[in-house]
Nanobody, 123 residues
Framework: VQLQASGGGLVQAGGSLRLSCAAS????????VGWFRQAPGKEREFVAA????????YYTDSVKGRFTISRDNAKNTVYLQMNSLKPEDTAVYYC?????????????????WGQGTQVTVSS
């Protein structure tokens, strides 16, 4: 599976962005997908994940109520709608896909990774 993340940019605090993760190469509908982010000097951290069916979603506490993950398997795409953005959301955002089990928050549980898209939130 090849993943292409897009939709990042520069936005003021309180604004919104929608990230997209487009997949190609294999049937995407059998993969769970996660979004992670990495700020300069920090480790990559979990943001949100969605099951292969879309029935289950998971979020880190700091984005609950502001971010929404969704998927359109017909378009082989997963989205991350980000509202009420804060300067601390500034990071490179990565999408990743997996078919196995285990904790959604653990990077090693994902097999395929996209290249990342920069999100910058100004105060």
């Amino acid at each position: 599976v090849q993943l292409q993340a897009s939709g990042g940019g520069l936005v003021q605090a309180g604004g919104s962005l929608r990230l997209s993760c487009a997949a190609s190469g294999r049937p995407f509908s059998t993969y769970a997908v996660g979004w992670f982010r990495q700020a300069p000097g920090k480790e990559r951290e979990f943001v949100a994940a969605i099951s292969w069916s879309g029935d289950s979603t998971y979020y880190t506490d700091s984005v609950k109520g502001r971010f929404t993950i969704s998927r359109d398997n017909a378009k082989n795409t997963v989205y991350l709608q980000m509202n009420s953005l804060k300067p601390e959301d500034t990071a490179v955002y990565y999408c990743a896909a997996r078919r196995g089990g285990g904790d959604y928050q653990i990077t090693n549980n994902y097999t395929y990774w996209g290249q990342g898209t920069q999100v910058t939130v100004s105060s």
